[in-house]
């Protein structure tokens, strides 16, 4: 099955590519391998804002992460033409806006991680780190970023 077959049979329509905030790609691709810019979570075309255990769940979180993964997907698609020129997700990293106590980070990311496996297979098996930070660009509460090998 082709990963735009995935995406229909789960019922996702990936995005374009969106406007970067600052000084920055969205994208940039040395050789075989495209690094994604950080992408924040989204809700109703805003920034999904709130902290992770003080306004928001680690399920509100996960699903956070799980938007932004579809984004991050849009932008790949846009980077390489066709997803199914993917020959790895090397690596994600994610940033959960979090309180001091919060310790469920991983937990929030698997909502992104989760999601690539389920899309890609043995091919979406990626390294990680998630880590807790005071803060992320417009009060977003997850950022996320991630590394792909290409064909």
Not at 14 to 34: D, E, R, S, W
Not at 84 to 96: A, D
């Amino acid at each position: 099955m082709s990963i735009e077959q995935k995406l229909q049979q789960l019922g996702i329509t990936l995005p374009p590519v969106a406007v970067p905030a600052a000084a920055y790609v969205p994208f940039v691709q040395t050789g075989k391998l495209v690094f994604l810019s950080g992408h924040i979570a989204r809700k109703d075309g805003k920034p999904w804002v709130g902290q992770l255990g003080k306004n928001l769940t680690t399920q509100d979180g996960q699903a956070a992460a799980r938007a932004i993964a579809i984004d991050l997907l849009g932008t790949l698609h846009a980077a390489v033409g066709d997803l199914n020129k993917v020959k790895r997700i090397v690596k994600v990293m994610s940033l959960v806006n979090s309180t001091p106590d919060y310790t469920e980070q991983h937990l929030v990311t698997n909502g992104c991680s989760d999601l690539i496996g389920e899309i890609f297979g043995e091919a979406g098996k990626h390294a990680r780190s998630a880590f807790g930070v005071a803060q992320i660009p417009l009060g977003a509460c997850v950022e996320i970023e991630l590394i792909a090998e290409v064909e």
